[in-house]
Every structure is written in C-alpha cells, then in structure tokens.
C-alpha cells in the first residue's frame, strides 16, 4: 500500500507529457497544411449553366379550396339575437325532414304569450266599439225616422188644437155680442170672451213657431250631433281594430318565429357550415348568438364545383377567363378552367399575409369525391411558347439600370445586360444580349463584391446604360485569388 501511490503519481505524469505533445503535434501538422495548401479558385466551384433554346410554359401556380358555385342557405328566420342549442355536424349528409338547428325558445315562447295578451285585449276594445258604432248609427236613423217625426206630429197636432180652439173661442165671442144686443149678456161677459179668443190666438202662433223651430233648428242641430257622435266612434272604433290587427300580427309572427326555432332540410343533400372570415365572427357552434337571416348551414351542389384561390397582384394580368387549369387534389389531377377573375381585390392584411390577391374560380367538371374544404393547388397555363432563348432565373440580376448576368468566357467572367420577356417558375426567356450555348453562372450574389460593382460606381451604370459589357481581366481574376487565399491565414 506505500509503494502505490508514487507509482501512480509518475504514471499519471506520463499521461500528461503524451497529451501536450499529441496537442501540439496536431496543431503543427495543421499549421504545414494550411501553409502548403495550394490557392484554390473561388469561382471554379460554382454552378453554371448553358443558354438554350426550347420550349417554355408560363404558369401561374396558386393553393385554393374547393366549394361550390351554387349553395342553399339555411338562414335564422327569427328576430334578434337567439342562442344556438344544437347545431348537425359540418359534412353530415341529412334527408328531408331531418332537424339541423334548434335554437333557443323560451325567448319566443315568452313572446307569443305577451302578445297573446295584448291582442285579446285589442279585440276586445274594437268589438265593444263596433257595437258602439252600431248603436250609434241606429241612433242617427231612429231620430230621422223616429222621433223627429213623431215630434213634428205633435206639434203639429197641438198646432190643430190651438186653431180649434181658436175657432171655437171665436165663434163663441160673436154669439155672445148678438146676445148683448138683445140684451141678454152684459159687457163683462163679452170682454172675457174677448180674452179668450186672444189667448187662443197666441197659443197657437206658439205651437206655429214651435214647429217652426222644430223643421228648421233643432232637426238639423239633433242630426249633426248625433253624426258627429258616429263619426267620432267610428274613428275610434277603426283605431281599435288597427291596434287589435297589428297586436294580432305580432301575436302570429311570434307564433310563426316559434316554429321557426327548429330547422329541418327542405331536401336530402350535404349539410356544410359556413367559412367564417377570420376578421368576421367565430364559426356557428352550440352556445352562439345568431341573428335574423344569418345563414347557420350550406347545403352545396355537388354537381357544379369550383375551386377559389388568390392571384397575386403581379400575375393577375396574365390570367383571363377561359384558360385551362390543373387543379391537384391529394393524389388526383382534374383539368379545369378559369371562370371568373376579380376585377378589384379584398384589402390585404394580417389573414393574407399582407400581399394584395384577386379572388379567382376554376370551374370543375362534375366528379365523385370532391367535397367543399378540400385544399387544391392549381395551375394555370398563361402563355406557352415552342422554341425560345431560355435563361435559368437563379442567374439573373435584376438592378435600376436593368436586367444582368455574369457569363463564363475563357478571360473570366463577364457581366452582361440582357433583355427578357414571360418567365416560369424556374427559367425565362432571352430576348436580347444572349446566344444559344453561352455559360452563365447560377447565384451570381455570391461574387465577392459584387454589391459594389452593381450599387456604387458610376462606371458600370454608365457602361451598362450604353449597353456594353464589362469584363474582368485575369489580374483582376488573381487578385481576388489572393485575396481569397489570405482569408484562412487571418483565420488563424
């Protein structure tokens, strides 16, 4: 036990001596090969590519959703604001009679029996001032017919009798003077039939201007009282049925609105619930309040499907209506055709991602399994041409002075201002300042200044804007090897 320890002390100092010359035999051996290492060309290694000619379809390429052109809507037919209780699940297929919504009617129910109320209430007033009319109007025909006749007879009758008296009072008074001449009565007796047949006078022009006034005055003042009456309840009589038709109406309605709280398919077919927009309300779900003739269910066609997708602002010119389009739905390709393209857009936001799109359809053929929701992508051919100059679009450089590309001569490389035409996703076409067979290199941003040579000096602008090329030297080629090639020493 005494001899051990110092023997492991002098081994575990071997083990650091070897470890401290592996570390610096390793870091010498990587000194020689970084100084030995021979310079390697900094553009050797990139990708170039040949001009060539061919043929080039011009697509416009697009993700969208399949729905349907023609949708029945199941819409809320009830007033204000109602709960949903039940709702069929979106992709249910259903036939007719079957329920799809219940919303909540306890609402209603309180509704129909208020009005109830209120329109019992209503008729109740208006047949009491119908029986009022109707007395009224009787009253009017009972005076024309009745009474005033049975007045103006009376009086009439009262007239005769004063004139008979009248007679007999005056018949009286000249007997009675032949009389006093024979000296049979005395003066006394003939002043008081005097009297009477002055009393007699003027109670009959009494009864005279009596019927007078009857015909004349009180007839007209009894009859337009009694149509005014009637006049005045018949208006009231009319406000009361009024009010007792509308609290009638509302009664119905809500009676109406109650039956309208259950929701059944008026026909078999897929039973969908709408896309909300994401800026627009939450989707329809058990618990939602709904509003009158909002559309709760779609019940799509089909037989006439389309797919909507959004064209982006900078390729919405080239897509008109009647172009063919591939529509790709999981495994399946259908050919298509554009049917309709907006002619204003949707304003952009945080739900497009902040890029102006043009909603555009593609009309499908009928076909089994194509069900509203599914995602799609879709292409659109734009344009198609048989034999062009094409040039890879990873080669291009797109600058205020123009369009340019770096071609790989035996000199080195040359940067050269070309003119283009359409463009697919991966290749364009040449319509000046290529020829078929020329190199140029793919990614040309990865040259080591080339910032500085499309942004800075005046001398390439000048040269690009007279449409002549600039080309690098092989000094300029060696410099730039060198320069490479202290990289890895300042590394160190």
């Known amino acids: 036990m005494t001899d051990f320890k110092p023997a492991q002390g002098r081994f575990s100092i071997v083990l650091k001596v070897a470890a401290v010359c592996m570390v610096f035999g390793g870091a010498g051996w990587l000194i020689a090969a970084s100084i030995s290492r021979e310079p390697i060309d900094p553009y050797a290694e990139m990708l170039t590519a040949k001009i060539q000619r061919g043929p080039l379809a011009v697509i416009v390429r697009e993700q969208g959703l399949l729905e349907s052109s023609e949708n029945h809507e199941f819409k809320s037919k009830v007033r204000g604001f109602n709960a949903v209780l039940w709702i069929i699940d979106s992709g249910t297929y259903v036939n007719e009679g079957d329920e799809l919504v219940r919303l909540d009617a306890l609402g209603i129910q309180e509704q129909v029996d208020e009005r109830t ?3 019992n209430w209503s008729q109740s007033a208006a047949d009491r001032s119908a029986a009022t009319v109707e007395r009224s109007r009787l009253a009017v025909e009972e005076y024309k ?15 005769a009798v004063a004139e008979s008296i009248l007679q007999n009072a005056t018949d009286r008074l000249k007997h009675s003077k032949l009389l006093a001449k024979s000296g049979y009565l005395n003066d006394t007796e003939i002043e008081e039939r005097s009297f009477a047949v002055d009393q007699a006078k003027l109670d009959l022009d009494l009864k005279r201007t009596q019927l007078e006034v009857l015909q004349n005055f009180t007839y007209e003042e009894q009859l337009q009282t009694l149509t005014g009456n009637l006049t005045s309840i018949e208006a009231t009589h009319q406000a009361n049925v009024e009010r007792a038709t509308a ?7 809500a009676v109406e609105e109650l039956q309208y709280c259950v929701i059944k398919a008026d026909h078999s077919g897929l039973v969908i619930h709408p896309n909300a927009a994401k800026w627009e309300n939450a989707p329809i779900a058990e618990g939602t309040n709904v509003h009158k003739d909002q559309v709760l269910l779609l019940m799509p066609n089909l037989e006439k499907m389309q797919v909507k997708i959004g064209v982006h602002e900078s390729s919405v010119k080239l897509v008109k209506v009647g172009q063919p389009a591939q529509v790709m739905m999981g495994n399946r390709v259908v050919t298509g055709e554009v049917s309709e393209v907006a002619s204003i857009t949707k304003p952009a936001g945080w739900w497009t991602g902040n890029q102006v799109r043009y909603d555009t359809l593609i009309t499908l053929p009928p076909a089994e399994n194509q069900l509203p929701g599914m995602s799609a992508e879709v292409e659109i051919t734009v344009a198609t041409y048989e034999d062009v100059l094409q040039i890879p679009v990873a080669a291009i450089v797109e600058t205020e002075q123009g369009a340019f590309c770096w071609v790989k001569t035996p000199e080195g490389r040359e940067r050269t201002k070309i003119e283009l035409g359409d463009n697919s996703e991966s290749f364009q076409v040449v319509l000046a300042g290529l020829n078929e067979g020329d190199e140029v290199f793919i990614n040309p941003y990865a040259f080591e200044g080339y910032a500085e040579t499309i942004k800075g000096s005046a001398k390439p602008a000048a040269a690009a804007d007279e449409g002549s090329t600039e080309k690098l030297s092989e000094d300029s080629v060696l410099k730039e090897k060198k320069a490479t090639q202290k990289k890895p020493t300042q590394n160190k």
Do not use: C, M, N, P
């Open 247 to 253: 609290d009638g109406s509302r009664r119905d309605r």
């Open 145 to 159: 017919q009745g009474r005033f006749k049975t007045e103006l007879l009376g009086v009439q009758k009262e007239i």
């Open 117 to 119: 109320k209120y329109a």
